[in-house]
């Protein structure tokens, strides 16, 4: 079998937010969109945002931000120090630019407004 990687999809509590998110701070496309579904087109893959159901929802605090294992990285076409002073300036919590040893990219995390982990990724 071969297969190759599609989507990804996000559980999320508000798709709208998510939404607003990715399309204004990484210029995604929406591809198709209802009430609790969205699927944005970031390139080769898509991003799935799925709203959780509610009754996992009820149980979710206020405030409280969800715990995954899972980072997306996009691959930018600008200098990663403007891409993150960009993103800071909108108030968007960014970590220190880092990179390693005969690696060829600079790298930088950030986390959108539920704390979903991003990495900007850059070129030396």
């Given at each position: 079998?071969?297969?190759?990687?599609s989507?990804?999809?996000?559980?999320?509590k508000?798709v709208q937010?998510?939404?607003h998110?990715?399309?204004?701070?990484?210029n995604?496309k929406?591809m198709e969109?209802?009430?609790?579904?969205?699927?944005?087109d970031?390139g080769?893959?898509?991003i799935?945002?799925?709203?959780i159901?509610?009754?996992?929802l009820?149980?979710?605090?206020?405030?409280?931000?969800?715990?995954?294992?899972?980072?997306i990285?996009?691959?930018i076409d600008?200098d990663?120090?403007?891409a993150?002073?960009?993103?800071?300036?909108?108030?968007?919590?960014?970590?220190?630019?880092k990179?390693?040893?005969n690696?060829?990219?600079?790298?930088?995390d950030?986390?959108d407004?539920?704390?979903?982990v991003?990495?900007?990724?850059?070129?030396k």
């Amino acid at each position: 079998m071969k297969a190759h990687l599609s989507t990804i999809i996000m559980y999320v509590k508000n798709v709208q937010l998510l939404t607003h998110f990715y399309v204004e701070n990484f210029n995604l496309k929406v591809m198709e969109e209802d009430p609790i579904w969205v699927l944005l087109d970031a390139g080769v893959v898509h991003i799935g945002l799925h709203k959780i159901g509610d009754q996992y929802l009820d149980q979710i605090e206020e405030g409280h931000m969800l715990d995954n294992n899972t980072k997306i990285v996009f691959e930018i076409d600008i200098d990663i120090e403007s891409a993150r002073n960009e993103l800071v300036s909108k108030n968007i919590s960014m970590r220190e630019i880092k990179t390693f040893e005969n690696y060829p990219f600079r790298l930088c995390d950030g986390t959108d407004p539920e704390g979903n982990v991003f990495q900007l990724k850059s070129k030396k």
